[in-house]
């Protein structure tokens, strides 16, 4: 199974178009690089490819990446979008995608109804291009194509919903897809406030973990006077603390573990920062715009 990172960036990437954060000054200067929204593509064979989330910098990032351009006139490898959430920078990109012959897309009953109802995105989307929905029901598996099969599970958030009320169950999901052939499991988790004893069994014994990196310290934006609010409050699991990420993941057994969806404040996101060191000394890797991964069975 492949797995190329489209966009490493949490929701206005980095740097943020209204932040003057360190980070974002380093960006800017050439210090650092630039990273777009969070989205991956998937593929068990490298000519038929799934992109989990479409952010508002799809574009750029299709054509940043080869294997996902066009064949031939308007035949695309793109086969379809599995979404996690109805978040805008994991849906608007669906918006640039409305040249398309179908689209076919994977999500929630609440993530529809979200898109549908609340965001509008889908009823906009459908002006321009047939859309075919596929409901993901969180515990079920689904093949897509090659030997290639994924199994969405709840997780629990108390983010609050930004377009009206809704039912929490499929409000947020993750991934753990399979390569029936090889046996490779790869679970994508860019959204997560706590792993709860069942998230900690999905991740257990994954060959790649790809989870949310939003905030290293949970009070990150408090601190740096850009919210209110912590990492927590906002849906995420900070990276750092006695039951942050760092401190619980080295116990699942999990092979590689890379963070993605980094804010654009948060310091592994420059290369000589001391945080970054400390997950480089763990044995855990920050996902760059572009890195492509193999990931094979046992």
């Known amino acids: 199974m492949w797995l190329r990172v489209l966009g490493s960036a949490a929701g206005g990437g980095s740097p943020q178009w209204n ?3 360190p980070v974002c000054a380093a960006v800017r200067s050439g210090a650092a690089p630039a990273r777009t929204q969070s989205s991956v593509a998937v593929s068990a064979g490298r000519r038929r490819w799934f992109m989990i989330n479409a952010s508002p910098d799809v574009r750029t990032q299709i054509e940043a990446s080869p294997d996902l351009h066009p064949h031939d006139g308007r035949t695309t490898p793109v ?3 599995l979404l996690t ?3 805008l920078d994991h849906t608007l990109g669906l918006l640039l995608l409305r040249e398309a012959r179908a689209l076919r897309l994977y999500a929630t009953p609440s993530v529809h109804k979200t898109l549908c109802d609340g965001s509008g995105v889908l009823s906009t989307l ?3 291009c047939p859309v075919e929905w596929r409901a993901v029901v969180p515990g079920t598996d689904l093949a897509l194509a ?8 709840d997780v629990p958030t108390t983010k609050r919903t930004r377009f009206g009320p ?3 169950h499929g409000r947020v999901v993750g991934y753990r897809l399979t390569d029936e052939r090889s046996g490779g499991t790869l679970v994508y988790l860019p959204g997560v406030q706590a792993l709860t004893p069942a998230l900690r069994a999905e991740i257990s014994g994954c060959d790649c973990l790809l989870i949310d990196g939003t905030c290293w310290r949970d ?3 408090v601190r740096l006077g850009l919210a209110a609010k912590t990492s927590r409050e906002m849906g995420h699991l900070p990276i750092d603390g006695p039951d942050g990420s760092l401190a619980q993941l080295p116990s699942l057994g999990v092979k590689r573990t890379i963070f993605v969806h980094m804010n654009n404040t948060n310091p592994i996101l420059l290369a000589d920062s001391p945080e970054r060191r400390i997950l480089r000394d763990s044995g855990m890797e920050v996902a760059m715009d572009g890195l492509e991964i193999e990931v094979q069975g046992p």
């Open 166 to 168: 809704g039912v929490d």
């Open 126 to 128: 459908e002006r321009y």
């Open 79 to 81: 086969e379809a979008v």
């Open 146 to 153: 090659d030997g290639l099969s994924c199994r969405a599970f």
């Open 85 to 87: 959430d109805a978040e």
């Open 219 to 221: 009070d990150e934006l």
């Open 19 to 21: 932040c003057g954060c």
